[in-house]
Nanobody, 126 residues
Framework: QVQLVESGGGLVQAGDSLRLSCAASGSTFSNYAMAWFRQAPGKVRDFVAA????????TYADSVKGRFTISRDNAKNTVYLRMNSLNVDDTAVYYCAGQINLGVVLSTTHNGYYYWGQGTQVTVSS
């Protein structure tokens, strides 16, 4: 099984950029599809972005398309989320998630991922 630890969250102003990282350990990282989800206070956990095991395929929620970029470095066992043009609606706890998946179909639901990090807070002020 894989352990996931997020980092890189913080307090930023609207329009700023931020890069989240998720370090994986305990298993062969390149066997896993990875994703980012987020949960704002009082709301359900929403899908943000996902990337397949090789990094060749990605998918995004409409709300972040064109602003966020998911990427991975299998040599470093890390997946990233680059977030540009942040706005107050992006304020949430961001979670990294992983699931063994060597295919090309990426899940966009939380049920599609078994392994989760503890989350990192991103707060965007206006």
């Amino acid at each position: 099984q894989v352990q996931l630890v997020e980092s890189g969250g913080g307090l930023v102003q609207a329009g700023d950029s931020l890069r989240l990282s998720c370090a994986a350990s305990g298993s062969t990282f390149s066997n896993y599809a990875m994703a980012w989800f987020r949960q704002a206070p009082g709301k359900v956990r929403d899908f943000v972005a996902a990337i397949n095991w090789s990094g060749a395929r990605t998918t995004y929620a409409d709300s972040v398309k064109g602003r966020f970029t998911i990427s991975r470095d299998n040599a470093k066992n890390t997946v990233y989320l680059r977030m540009n043009s942040l706005n107050v609606d992006d304020t949430a706890v961001y979670y990294c998630a992983g699931q063994i998946n060597l295919g090309v179909v990426l899940s966009t639901t939380h049920n599609g991922y078994y392994y989760w990090g503890q989350g990192t807070q991103v707060t965007v002020s206006s």
